[in-house]
C-alpha cells in the first residue's frame, strides 16, 4: 500500500498551522509543518501532532447516543432526530419557545460545518435563548468593533510583519499562538521585530513565556489595566503626541476624548496597577514616536470587569498615534471570504433585549454565558427548561461551573452534538457525534478574516466518511428539518459547506467577479494544497467602514458610563476577604478542555498548579509542592501550588480546561489527570457591566494550607 500526502491546516488553535499529513491506507505515518504554507511558514507545535491522537481516540464517540438510566444505548440517527423532534415541539408547544436554549461552544469556529449551518437549528427552535463562548472570551472586540467602526467582526490586528514597535497587554502569544490575532509561528515574529530595530512591551501581572523575551515586561495588577491605558491616552494629549495622520478628517467625536481621560493621571494608574508613573510614561511616548505601532490586548484585558472598556482604549491608542489602518499599525485584515464592507449582513447589535433574570443586554442576538445557570434554575415564564450544547463544555469554561453542573442535572431534556463524555455532555439526554476532522473538509472561515497576513487554503478530508456516520452539517440539517417538520412550520436546509464557501469565494474580493488576478474560487484552491498567498495586510478601513455616517466614532454611552464606573471605583475601599486575585495561565499543548485527552499533549509535567509569589507564600506559611485550599465567593478548590517569581506579588495563576474526575466522564487520559477546574472559583456575577462578559480574570481569592 502507498503512501499519501495531504495538506491542510491544524485546527486545534487559531493559529491555523499548515500540516502535510503522511498516510498509509487508514494509518497515519507522520505530522509536520508544511514548509509550503504562506501563513505558518513550516511551522507547528504540538497540537498539530496530536491530530493523530485525536482521530484515533478510543474515548471518541462515533455513533449516536441516548441515556436510558444511568447507562448509554447506541441508536440511530432516525431515531435520534425523530425523538428529539417529538420532545422538543411538545414542550415548546407547553412552554413556549424561549424553554428551550442553545449553547455553541469554542470548537465551533474551528470546524466550518457548524458556523455554516448552526442557523438552520436555531431557526427551527426560534428561541431567543441563545449563549456561546464568545461571552467566555471574546465579546469586548465584537461590540468595540461594532460601535467604532459599524459591524462586529470588523476587528483590526496587529501588522506584525511590519511594526516597529509592540505593546501587549494581557497576552501570551508564544503560548496561545495568537488569539483574536492569526499569527503562527509568532516567537519568530516577534524576534523580527527586534532583529530589524523595533522593540515588543509586553504588561501583565504574571512574567509570561512572551514577556521573557520582551524588551521589557511590566508587571500590573490584575484588572487595572484601563488605568493605566488611560493614563497613556491623558500623556498624549497632554504632551502634544496626538497625530492621527490620514483618518483626522474621519473621526467623530475626538474633540471629546481630552476630557474624557483627564481625570486619569499618571500617579492615579500607579496607585491602582502598580507600574510607577515613569514606567507607564515612557512606554507611552516610545509607542507614539515609533515609526510604527501596534498596540494588542487579549485574554488580561478583555476577560476582566472593564474588558470592554480596555479594547475601546487599546483602539484609541492605536488611533491617536497613527496607527489605525496603517502599515505596520493595526489593519482589518482583507479576508477572501468574510470580507467585510458596506452593506455586509449581521453587523451586531446591542441590548435589543435583556435576560429574563439579571437583565444583561443580548450582543448578535446571544446573551452572556454568565446567566445560563439561572436561566435554568429560576422559575417563572420562560425558564429555560431544555438545552442544546454545540461542541462546548460550559460546566469548565463558564464561571461558577458548579452551579452549571446543578442547573444541567434539572433540565427535562439536554442534546450535545459532541464526539466526547465530559463534564458537561454527561448531563445529556442524546448525544450526537458528528466525524472527527481529518474526516470532513474545512475552510478557516473565522480565523483567516483575523490573520496577519492575507492567506487562503481549503481543507480537503484526509480519510472518507465512515459508514453511517454523519458531518456535524449534516446533523444541524437534519435537527432543524426534524423539529421543523413537527412544529409544522418551514425551515430550509442547507448545502453543504463547501458549496457555501464556494459562493463567497467567487463573490469576494479575490474573486474573478471583482477583477482579482488570483480569481479565488473553490476550484483554484483545490488546485492549491498550501494555500494562496494573497499578500501582506492592506490599509482600505475607510473604503470599508460600516457606520451609517461613514465616519470613526470614538465614542458611544457605554464608554462613557464605565469611564465614570473606573473611576469611581479608585476612591472604593477594597475588600480584604479575598486579598489576593487569580488570573488563568495558558500553555501551549493545552487550549481547552477537550485537549486533555490525548497522551501527545499531556505527557510530562504536570500543568495544573497553582504559581504563586514565594513572599505570598511565606506570609500564609506555606511551602512550595504543598496543597493549598483557594477559596472564592463562589466555591473553592485544592491544589498544589509552586512557588514562582514570575507571579506577581498578590496574583495567583491557575489554568483553565482541567478537572475532569466527575462522575460520568468517559475520557480515558483526561480523567486520570490532576488538577481542578478553576472555574468552579471564577464567579458569574463578576462580570463586565457593560456587555455582562465573563470577567474571569482579577477575581477575589484567598489561599491557605489545605487541612
Known amino acids: 500500500m502507498s503512501q499519501q500526502a495531504h495538506y491542510r491546516a491544524c485546527h486545534l488553535c487559531e493559529a491555523i498551522c499548515g500540516v502535510e499529513i503522511i498516510t498509509e491506507g487508514p494509518q497515519i505515518i507522520s505530522i509536520k509543518g508544511d514548509l509550503k504554507d504562506p501563513l505558518s511558514r513550516g511551522h507547528i507545535c504540538p497540537k498539530a501532532i496530536a491530530l493523530q491522537d485525536l482521530h484515533e481516540d478510543p474515548d471518541r464517540i462515533r455513533t449516536p447516543k441516548k441515556r436510558v438510566g444511568d447507562e448509554w ?95 501587549i497587554f494581557g497576552a501570551n502569544p508564544i503560548a496561545s499562538n495568537g488569539s483574536m490575532m492569526t499569527v503562527p509561528d509568532v516567537k519568530k515574529r516577534l524576534k523580527s521585530i527586534q532583529q530589524r530595530g523595533g522593540e515588543f512591551v509586553v504588561i501583565d501581572p504574571r512574567r509570561s513565556e512572551t514577556a521573557e523575551l520582551a524588551d521589557q515586561h511590566a508587571f ?51 496607585a491602582q496597577s502598580g507600574i510607577s508613573e515613569a514606567v507607564i510614561a515612557d512606554i507611552a511616548r516610545r509607542f507614539a514616536n515609533a515609526d510604527s505601532a501596534a498596540c494588542y490586548g487579549r485574554m488580561g484585558v478583555s476577560v476582566q470587569a472593564y474588558g470592554t472598556l480596555c479594547q475601546w482604549a487599546i483602539q484609541i491608542l492605536n488611533i491617536l498615534t497613527g496607527n489605525l489602518d496603517a502599515e505596520g499599525g493595526v489593519i482589518v485584515p482583507n479576508s477572501a471570504v468574510g470580507y467585510v464592507q458596506p452593506g455586509e449582513p449581521s453587523p451586531g447589535h446591542l441590548g435589543r433585549f435583556h ?74 439526554d442524546y448525544i450526537l457525534p458528528p466525524t472527527g476532522p481529518l474526516e470532513h473538509d474545512h475552510y478557516d ?33 437534519g435537527l432543524g428539518n426534524a423539529i421543523s417538520t413537527k412544529k409544522n412550520i418551514r425551515n430550509s436546509t442547507l448545502p453543504p459547506p463547501d458549496m457555501l464557501m464556494d459562493m463567497a469565494l467567487q463573490s469576494g474580493p479575490y474573486s ?63 475588600v480584604q476577604r479575598f486579598p489576593l486575585s487569580l488570573i488563568g495561565r495558558r500553555h501551549v499543548r493545552s487550549n481547552n478542555s477537550w485537549m486533555h485527552n490525548y497522551h501527545r499533549l499531556v505527557k510530562g509535567k504536570p500543568r495544573w498548579q497553582c504559581l504563586m509569589h514565594p513572599d505570598d507564600l511565606a506570609a500564609r506559611g506555606i511551602d512550595c509542592g504543598q496543597k493549598v485550599k483557594i477559596s472564592s465567593r463562589v466555591g473553592e478548590i485544592e491544589l498544589e501550588v509552586q512557588s514562582s517569581d514570575e507571579m506577581m506579588p498578590g496574583v495567583i495563576s491557575v489554568p483553565h480546561g482541567w478537572g475532569h474526575q466527575r462522575k460520568g466522564v468517559v475520557m480515558s487520559i483526561a480523567s486520570k489527570q490532576g488538577g481542578q477546574s478553576v472555574n468552579d472559583l471564577t464567579d458569574d456575577e463578576y462580570y463586565d457591566q457593560s456587555t455582562g462578559n465573563s470577567a474571569l480574570n482579577g477575581v477575589p481569592v484567598e489561599v491557605s494550607a489545605a487541612v
Request: glycine fraction near 6%; aromatic fraction near 6%; include cysteine.
Open 220 to 270: 500590573i495588577k490584575p484588572g487595572t489595566d484601563a488605568y493605566v491605558l488611560l493614563a497613556m491616552i491623558r500623556l498624549l494629549f497632554e504632551e502634544g503626541l496626538v497625530d492621527t495622520g490620514n483618518l483626522t478628517q474621519e473621526l467623530e467625536g475626538l474633540h471629546l476624548i481630552e476630557a474624557l481621560v483627564a481625570p486619569f493621571t499618571l500617579s492615579l494608574a500607579e
Open 512 to 574: 474573478k467577479k471583482a477583477g482579482h488576478p488570483a480569481e479565488l474560487s473553490l476550484a483554484v484552491l483545490k488546485a492549491n494544497p498550501h494555500g494562496v498567498d494573497l499578500g501582506p495586510l492592506q490599509p482600505a478601513l475607510m473604503s470599508r467602514i460600516c457606520t451609517q455616517d461613514k465616519k470613526i466614532h470614538l465614542l458611544a454611552p457605554l464608554v462613557e458610563s464605565e469611564v465614570s464606573r473606573l473611576f469611581a471605583q479608585a476612591s472604593e475601599s477594597a
Open 73 to 167: 444505548q447506541d441508536i440511530s440517527w432516525t431515531q435520534a432526530f425523530e425523538e428529539i423532534a417529538e420532545r422538543v415541539a411538545h414542550l415548546q408547544l407547553e412552554k413556549g419557545n424561549n424553554a428551550v436554549a442553545v449553547y455553541a461552544g469554542n470548537p465551533n469556529v474551528h470546524n466550518y460545518g457548524n458556523l455554516t449551518h448552526g442557523r438552520v437549528l436555531r431557526k427551527a427552535l426560534a428561541t431567543r435563548n441563545n449563549f456561546s463562548a464568545t461571552s467566555l472570551d471574546q465579546l469586548p472586540h465584537h461590540v468595540m468593533a461594532l460601535q467604532m467602526f459599524g459591524h462586529q467582526f470588523m476587528v483590526p490586528v496587529a501588522d506584525i510583519d511590519r511594526t516597529q514597535f509592540m505593546l
Open 445 to 477: 472561515y473565522a480565523f483567516l478574516r483575523l490573520a496577519v497576513h492575507n492567506t487562503a487554503r481549503f481543507n480537503e478530508p484526509v480519510f472518507p466518511k465512515p459508514e453511517g456516520a454523519l458531518h456535524d452539517w449534516e446533523i444541524l440539517n
Open 355 to 428: 435576560s429574563r433574570v439579571s437583565q444583561l443586554p443580548e450582543f448578535g442576538g446571544e446573551f452572556p454565558s454568565t446567566v445560563l445557570a439561572e436561566e435554568i434554575l429560576t422559575t417563572g415564564e420562560d425558564q429555560v427548561k431544555a438545552l442544546f450544547t454545540l461542541a462546548g463544555n460550559p460546566v469548565l469554561s463558564a464561571p461558577n461551573g458548579r452551579r452549571l453542573d446543578e442547573a444541567f442535572a434539572q433540565l427535562d431534556l439536554m442534546v450535545s452534538i459532541d464526539i466526547y463524555i465530559n463534564e458537561t455532555t454527561r448531563h445529556a
